[in-house]
Structure formats: structure tokens, C-alpha cells
């Protein structure tokens, strides 16, 4: 399973909103479609992303390189 994008107003970011999204969407993963692994994707430029992502707990594997042409 992947999660791709999730847009949020820039008044609600850095607030609980994304927290319990994500909290949300992931728990629907494990526990309701039983995934064994939950992926994040976010572009290789957006570092906000990339920091909220880690916030979570969440651990960079690595980057997928030349799948999106710019």
C-alpha cells in the first residue's frame, strides 16, 4: 500500500489535522485492509513533506529515481 498525496490548507498545517489523517488512513490500512507495509511518496523537492512524513515516525528507504518526468 502507498500514500501518495494529501493537501491541506497552510492554516491547518503543523496542527493535530494532519496528525489524525494520517493516523486515520493509516490505521484503515492495517487494520481494515490488513496491508503488512504502508509507503509514503513525496516529490524529492518538498522537504515540509519529507520532514512531516518523518514526524510521524516514519523511516526514508530511499528515492525512486527518472519515474516522473519535471
Same mark, same amino acid.
Given at each position: 500500500? &502507498?500514500?501518495?498525496? %494529501?493537501?491541506? /490548507?497552510? +492554516?491547518?498545517? *503543523?496542527? *493535530?489535522?494532519? %496528525? %489524525? #489523517?494520517?493516523?486515520?488512513? @493509516?490505521?484503515? /490500512?492495517? &487494520? %481494515? @485492509?490488513? #496491508? ?15 520532514? /512531516?512524513? &518523518? +514526524? @510521524? ?7 525512486? +529515481? ?5
Amino acid at each position: 500500500m &502507498e500514500i501518495g498525496y %494529501t493537501w491541506y /490548507a497552510k +492554516r491547518v498545517q *503543523h496542527t *493535530h489535522v494532519n %496528525t %489524525t #489523517c494520517k493516523l486515520l488512513l @493509516l490505521t484503515h /490500512a492495517f &487494520e %481494515t @485492509l490488513g #496491508c503488512n507495509v504502508v509507503g509514503w511518496r513525496t516529490d524529492n523537492f518538498n522537504f515540509a513533506s519529507q520532514r /512531516a512524513i &518523518e +514526524r @510521524l515516525g516514519a523511516k526514508k528507504d530511499g528515492v525512486i +529515481r527518472g519515474n516522473v518526468l519535471r
